[in-house]
């Protein structure tokens, strides 16, 4: 088991006690849905098979706001997850919560499900944050909760979008991430396995318009009716307060017309829009 490597993002292991929260003491608060509040320790992982790019309330175009772990300029190094975990419990503290995110880190799914195993044997509960476009049973057997946000058509790089953005433009790169958002079995697979598994499961879905809603019923409605309504997760797409602001009059509306969950982003009205938060 300890001799799987971990590809980090340049956060790495996140936030230290010199990090971007300010604080002097390691950690911070998930910033989204069911956990949101939580005290939580960070893993990001370098890589993504998606390009998500949306367009803001201002008419812009917007990239995931994790471009740097899939298409930016990241600085990706390789850390032994013996070595992770060593620096996660030195760490933690009074914290009980570890999220692994990414960048997509079903990727590296060996070596994130040998980290989560040595969480889970220190006693943390763990959260995978993944697109749901991989499936991985082993990490659905011993995760604590599997957080998906499957995305969209919104999400589409389209060649406007990636000129808009200085980014080379490929049909190829657009069709890519059609292909991969289009094929829903294994997220159905993921799901289905995790309920069957008792391993707890969020749906996060990233909104700007009233249009979505109808989207999400549509494309995702079989793996909807696999879960509970408030397992369901509604959030607003913005990367400030005012763009998350303009944003939430349809998010919150969805909500109420469904059962489903609310998730405000936390870390940007405490931390803003930066790394490591």
């Known amino acids: 088991m300890g001799n799987n490597n971990l590809i980090l993002s340049r956060e790495g292991i996140f936030p230290l006690s010199d990090g971007n929260t300010g604080l002097s003491l390691s950690g911070t608060l998930q ?32 990239p995931c706001d994790t471009a740097h772990t899939s298409f930016g300029p990241g600085k990706p190094y ?3 997850v013996d070595d992770a975990f060593s620096i996660l419990k030195q760490n933690m503290g ?12 079903l990727l590296q799914s060996a070596s994130v499900h040998s980290l989560i195993r040595l969480c889970a044997a220190e006693g943390w509960h763990t959260t995978i944050e993944t697109n749901g ?13 599997l957080s ?31 292909e991969i958002i289009s094929n829903l079995q294994p997220l159905t697979d993921m799901v289905s396995y995790a309920t069957k598994q008792h391993t707890d499961v969020q749906l996060k879905f990233v909104v700007s318009s009233a249009h979505d809603e109808d989207e999400i019923k549509q494309r995702y409605g079989l793996v909807l009716n696999l ?28 909500c109420l017309r469904n059962n489903w969950r609310y998730t405000p982003r936390l870390h940007i009205d405490l931390f803003g829009n930066k790394e490591g938060v």
């Open 94 to 105: 009074a914290m009980r919560h570890v999220v692994v995110t990414g960048g997509e880190p």
């Open 78 to 80: 390789t850390i032994s």
């Open 148 to 178: 998906i946000s499957p995305k969209l058509s919104s999400s589409i790089p389209t060649s406007e979008k990636l000129l808009a953005l200085g980014l080379p433009i490929s049909s190829q790169t657009t069709q890519h991430h059609q």
């Open 31 to 62: 910033g989204e849905g069911k956990l949101v509040g939580t005290p939580s320790m960070f893993v990001r992982l370098q890589g993504c098979n998606l390009r998500c790019i949306w367009i803001g309330t201002n008419g812009k175009p917007c």
């Open 133 to 145: 476009t991989i499936y991985s049973p082993r990490i659905i057997s011993d995760v604590s909760l």
């Open 227 to 254: 879960i509970a309504p408030d397992d369901v997760v509604i959030m607003p797409m913005g990367y400030t307060r005012q763009e998350i602001a303009e944003s939430n009059k349809a998010a919150i509306s969805m």
